[in-house]
């Protein structure tokens, strides 16, 4: 099993570009979460879907959609990019019927908006 | 406002002694906690956890301790080892509404010294 994979694993844009961001997972998890890492911030949650074909807001989603139109693949787009959005992503899935409801992480994408 | 804080960004030990992290909650209503760990490039990986109605949780050289009176929950590494030297990120679950999402502190950056 190669758990949860993130692609790219770095990517460098220009301010107003778009991008995808593409998570697969193959634990079969109905759960998945898009977060960003910034020095200071710990984790911040930018959206999660908890299965196939819905999506939610979570803490910090302006700027960035999401799809989730298979269960194994969780998206974000960033339709126009901005310097605030040179970050860290991590990808994460999870199962509610796990009895920690441990959440497991991708190696994460860095991304450097210029 | 921060519902999970780790108060201490770093700490430093020897190698063979005990490493205690700190984690303070606000949040009455959170009933699970969890202690990751992340090595730089990589993303968190689940290290272990307790329930709200437990007081303790021992795996191997890892154990973690909930004081829910007073909302402080700490981890325990004896005895401490280099590759233990990561950042640990304290995490909570709050059991109000159908929404469990993870609620994460900054983190602690342990140095373990050889």
């Known amino acids: 099993n190669a758990g949860v994979t993130q692609t790219p694993k770095f990517r460098v844009l220009k301010t107003g570009q778009s991008m995808t961001l593409l998570c697969a997972q193959d634990?079969?998890?109905?759960?998945m979460y898009w977060y960003r890492q910034d020095p200071g911030m710990g984790l911040r949650l930018i959206h999660y879907?908890?299965?196939?074909?819905?999506?939610a807001k979570g803490e910090v989603p302006d700027g960035y959609n999401v799809s989730r139109l298979k269960k194994q693949n969780f998206l974000l787009g960033l339709e126009s990019a901005a310097p605030s959005q040179t970050s860290v992503y991590f990808c994460?899935?999870?199962?509610?019927?796990?009895?920690?409801?441990?959440?497991?992480f991708g190696p994460g994408t860095r991304l450097l908006v210029l | 406002d921060q519902q999970v804080k780790q108060n201490s960004p770093s700490l430093s030990v020897q190698e063979g002694r005990i490493s205690i992290l700190n984690c303070d909650y606000t949040?009455?209503?959170?009933?699970?906690f969890l202690w990751y760990k992340k090595y730089p490039a990589e993303g968190p990986t689940f290290l272990i956890s307790?329930?709200?109605i437990k007081d303790k949780n021992e795996d191997g050289r890892f154990t973690v301790f909930l004081n829910k009176s007073a909302k402080h929950l700490s981890l325990h590494i004896v005895p401490s080892q280099p590759g233990d030297s990561a950042v640990y990120f304290c995490?909570?679950?709050?059991?109000?509404?159908?929404?469990?999402?993870?609620?994460w502190g900054l983190g602690t950056s342990l140095a373990v010294n050889p």
């Open positions: 307790i329930s709200s």
């Open positions: 879907s908890v299965g196939e074909g819905t999506t």
């Open positions: 995490a909570a679950i709050s059991n109000a509404g159908n929404n469990r999402k993870l609620i």
């Open positions: 949040n009455s209503m959170f009933d699970y």
């Open positions: 634990m079969n998890h109905e759960y």
């Open positions: 994460a899935s999870s199962s509610p019927r796990a009895r920690q409801e441990t959440q497991y």
